[in-house]
């Protein structure tokens, strides 16, 4: 039986988390948020201790050690559901190479928000939601993380949404959160 792979895209603020809850209620999917797994990780998993040690240092985790991260969550027997992985082109490329070998179908989900909701979302996520995020609570890490999406993680999604075998949808995340459900639910077949 062939299985899926959806990815999930967006700028930070633009409800991937909420929609990733929601599709979990609806679907069983082996489910890889990258963000969270950088805040969780453990010295018990090899791959997991020289992440730390680099983290540590103060540096950014190579595409190859993102990579190899990811890998060691991925199983082949269950539909898989990605937030925040892949974020640039040599991920993407990586992710449809394994997914091309697993015989996996590939959907990705874009939500579209302009750059000035951001900050409302993010402000939203942190009084509304108590989000304790350090990169929640700092405005200038805010700002850092929409100009990283616009030089890396854009041109990443240009590649999707032109790579073949890859059903992309554009989604307007400008909407409340029902109707997005609802959006992503009738372009994905759930």
Request: proline content about 4%; aromatic content about 6%; overall charge negative.
């Amino acid at each position: 039986m062939k299985h899926n792979l959806i990815i999930l895209l967006g700028i930070q603020g633009s409800g991937k988390g909420r929609l990733s809850e929601e599709l979990r209620t609806l679907h069983d999917y082996n489910f890889i948020e990258t963000g969270a797994i950088f805040r969780g990780l453990s010295n018990d998993n090899p791959v997991d201790a020289e992440i730390m040690k680099i983290m540590a240092t103060g540096a950014l985790v190579s595409d190859e050690m993102t990579e190899r991260l990811v890998e060691s969550r991925l199983g082949t027997d269950h539909d898989i559901l990605t937030d925040g992985f892949p974020r640039t082109i040599p991920q993407a490329e990586w992710l449809m190479g394994w997914a091309d070998a697993h015989d996996f179908s590939v959907q990705a989900i874009c939500l579209n928000i302009p750059d000035e909701m951001v900050f409302a979302r993010i402000n939203n996520r942190v009084v509304v939601d108590g989000s304790m995020r350090p990169d929640d609570l700092d405005t200038e890490s805010i700002k850092k993380r929409i100009a990283s999406y616009h030089e890396k993680t854009e041109p990443m999604i240009h590649f999707l949404r032109h790579a073949p075998h890859v059903e992309f949808f554009d989604i307007d995340g400008t909407k409340t959160r029902p109707e997005v459900v609802e959006d992503v639910r009738e372009k994905v077949g759930l």
